[in-house]
C-alpha cells in the first residue's frame, strides 16, 4: 500500500470510529464532533475511559497497536457498563464494531467512578501479561532486541552461541514496516515452523534518526537482502519474496560504505586503494589444509588449540581442512602429530560462479574480487551492459518492488532497458553498504550477494549477555564466563562486566523491598 492508499484507510476508520462511538462521547458529557477529529478523538476516549493520554501514542505503533486495539474496544464497553463476557467476546469478535451496536440500540450510563483494578485474580494476570507484552514489544522494536550468532562467519570476533544484546537507537529505529505479526517473534512461530506474519498491507519504509552513522568496521545486525536458503551458494536465484522487516538477520562487519570502492588483491581488502585497517578486535580467519601423521581426535583440536572448524577431508582422518587464525595456525603446526599445513589460496582469475555479480565477465573469488563501487544515496553513475550487473538488483528490487515501483531492466543488444526505456544513468536513492564476516573462506557475505541497503539495517550490536559453547558437555561447562556481558566494540580484549550487573540487581531488590516496606 502506499501513502495515498494508507491516507484512506486512516481516514475510513476515523468515519467508522464516528459512526460507532458518537452517542458515546455524548453520554460521557462530551461533545459528538469530538469523536470525528483524528487523533484528537484518541486523546478524549482516553479521558472516558480513565487511561493516560500516552495510550494515544501506543495506538499508532505498528504491533504495538494489534495488542492495543482490543484492550481499547473492551475497555471502552466496561466503561459503560458492558462488563459481561459475553461483552468482551463480542467486542473482540466483531474487531470493535459490537460498539457501534450499544451505540445506537443500548441506553447506556458512562462510568465516571469506574474502579480500574480488576475485579479477580485472573483479570489480574492478564492485565500485567498484556502490559508485560506491550512493554517488551516496545522495547524490542524500538530500543534494543536479542539476536544469537548462529554461524561461525565473524569468529574469533563473536563466537557461535554468543547472545547479543542489539541497539536500535545508534542507527535509528526502524517502524515496523509488516502490520500483521505476532509481537516479539521474527518470521517463524517458534516450535510451530508456521509464518509469524501476513505479508499484506505493509507500511512505508519509515526510520527514526539514530545518533551515530554506520563506519567502516562497525559490526552491524541487518536483513539478508536476498533471503533465499534454497541455494546458499547461488543467492541470485529462486530467493524468496519476504517483507523486508521480515528477512532472515544477519550480522557482518561493515568493510566499505558508500562511496568507497573496494578490492581483494591475495586476499588483502583495500578501500579506496589502501590496506584496510581492522580494529584490535579483529580476528581474521582462513582456510588450511592439514596432513597429519596419524587420525586426530577433531573436537580436542578444536579445543586445545582454538580452530573454528575442523572437518576431514579423507576417510582415513588423516588429511583435514581447518579455518583458523594466524594464532591458530602457530599453535597447531607445533602438534607432534602434524606433517604439513598449506594455506588454500584462490588464485586471481580463477572464476567462482558463486560470487557478485554472478556474471561471467568478472572471474571473482573470495581472495581477488573487484574492484567494485559502494552506491552512495544521491551519486549517479553510468548505466552500461558492463555495469547493470552491479545495479540490477538495485533498481528492480531495493529501490523499485520494495518500494513500491515496478521497475524492470533488459539488456538489448548494446543498450540497457528500464522499463522498456534506454537508461545511461541512475541516480541511488539511498545509502549502500558492503558487508563481511572475518571468518574469511567461511562466510556468506556481500562477495556473494552483493550490497546491502540502508533500509535492511536493524542495529548495532553492542553487549554479549550470554555465551554457550555447544562443543562440550554440562551447563556449567557450556557457559563461557569470561564473555557474559562484555562489550562488542572497543579496544583491547573484552572485560566481562557480570559482577557489575549482579551488583546492579542486587541494588535494585533492595531499594525495592526498602520502599515497599516504607509504604506499608
Known amino acids: 500500500m502506499n501513502f495515498t492508499a494508507w491516507l484512506l484507510f486512516f481516514l ?21 464532533w469530538e469523536a470525528a477529529i483524528p487523533v484528537y478523538n484518541a486523546i478524549v476516549l482516553m479521558k472516558i475511559i480513565h487511561r493516560p493520554m500516552w495510550w494515544t501514542i501506543l495506538l499508532f505503533l505498528p504491533i504495538i497497536n494489534l495488542i492495543m486495539f482490543p484492550v481499547i474496544w473492551v475497555e471502552t464497553l466496561r466503561s459503560f457498563g458492558k462488563t459481561t463476557y459475553k461483552d468482551t467476546f463480542l467486542g473482540i469478535l466483531t474487531l470493535g464494531l459490537y460498539i457501534g451496536y450499544v451505540n445506537y440500540t443500548q441506553d447506556v450510563t458512562h462510568r465516571k467512578e469506574r474502579s480500574l483494578k480488576p475485579k479477580s485474580k485472573s483479570g489480574e494476570w492478564v492485565s500485567s501479561i498484556l502490559f ?23 569468529e574469533k570476533t563473536l563466537l557461535v552461541g554468543d547472545y547479543l544484546f542489539v541497539s536500535k537507537l545508534h542507527y535509528g529505529p526502524r517502524a515496523p514496516m509488516t502490520t500483521l505479526s505476532l509481537p516479539m517473534v521474527h518470521d517463524t512461530v517458534p516450535g510451530l515452523n508456521t509464518k509469524s506474519y501476513i505479508n499484506k498491507p505493509q507500511l512505508p519504509y519509515i526510520r527514526i ?31 524468496r519474496i519476504k517483507p523486508i522487516d521480515k528477512k532472515s538477520n544477519y550480522v557482518k562487519r561493515t568493510v566499505a560504505i558508500p562511496g568507497d570502492s ?11 586503494g589502501e590496506v584496510i585497517d581492522l580494529p584490535c578486535r579483529a580476528k581474521l580467519q582462513y582456510s588450511y589444509l592439514i596432513t597429519s ?9 578444536a579445543e586445545r588449540y582454538d580452530v573454528t572448524d575442523i572437518f576431514p577431508v579423507t576417510r582415513e582422518y588423516t588429511t583435514f581442512q581447518a579455518f583458523m587464525t594466524d594464532d591458530a595456525l602457530e599453535r597447531i603446526k607445533n602438534h607432534p602429530d ?25 572471474p571473482w573469488n573470495v581472495d581477488n574480487f573487484g574492484p567494485i563501487y559502494i552506491p552512495k544515496k544521491g551519486v549517479t553513475v553510468s548505466i552500461t551492459p558492463e555495469s547493470i550487473p552491479f545495479y540490477k538488483r538495485i533498481i528492480e528490487v531495493y529501490e523499485g518492488r520494495e518500494m513500491g515501483i515496478n521497475n524492470k531492466i533488459s539488456v538489448l543488444d548494446d543498450e540497457v532497458l528500464l522499463n522498456n526505456q534506454p537508461i545511461t544513468e541512475y541516480t541511488f536513492l539511498q545509502d549502500y553498504y558492503w558487508m563481511m564476516g572475518d571468518n574469511r573462506h567461511n562466510s556468506q557475505d556481500a562477495r556473494n550477494w552483493g550490497y546491502v541497503p540502508f533500509n535492511h539495517v536493524v542495529g548495532k550490536p553492542v553487549m554479549v549477555f550470554m555465551s554457550m559453547n555447544n562443543r562440550v558437555q554440562g551447563i556449567g561447562n557450556k557457559i563461557r564466563w569470561n564473555r557474559l556481558f562484555t562489550t562488542v566494540h572497543g579496544q583491547g580484549e573484552p572485560v566481562s562486566y557480570l559482577y557489575y550487573v549482579i551488583a546492579g540487581i542486587v541494588i535494585l531488590i533492595v531499594v525495592g523491598e526498602v520502599r515497599k516496606r516504607k509504604k506499608k
Not at 541455494?231 to 536465484?237: E, G, S, T, Y
Not at 601423521?293 to 573436537?299: A, D, F, G, I, Q
Not at 602434524?338 to 565477465?361: C, H, L, W, Y
Open 12 to 32: 475510513f476508520v476515523q468515519l467508522v470510529h464516528f459512526a460507532c462511538t458518537w452517542k458515546l462521547y455524548i453520554a460521557a458529557g462530551r461533545k459528538a
Open 132 to 154: 508485560a507484552v506491550v512493554a517488551a514489544s516496545i522495547i524490542h522494536t524500538y530500543f534494543i532486541q536479542p539476536f544469537t550468532i548462529p554461524t561461525s562467519s565473524l
Open 209 to 239: 534518526p539514530g545518533f551515530q552513522k554506520i563506519k567502516r568496521n562497525d559490526i552491524v545486525v541487518f536483513n539478508w537482502p536476498v533471503d533465499t536458503l534454497v541455494d546458499i551458494n547461488n543467492p541470485a536465484k529462486g530467493h
Open 262 to 272: 573496494l578490492e581483494i588483491v591475495d586476499k588483502q581488502v583495500y578501500i579506496n
Open 293 to 301: 601423521t596419524k587420525p586426530l581426535n577433531l573436537n580436542y583440536i
Open 338 to 362: 602434524v606433517d604439513k599445513v598449506i594455506p588454500i589460496t584462490n588464485e586471481k582469475g580463477k572464476a567462482d560462479s558463486s560470487m557478485f555479480p554472478q556474471d561471467s565477465r568478472y
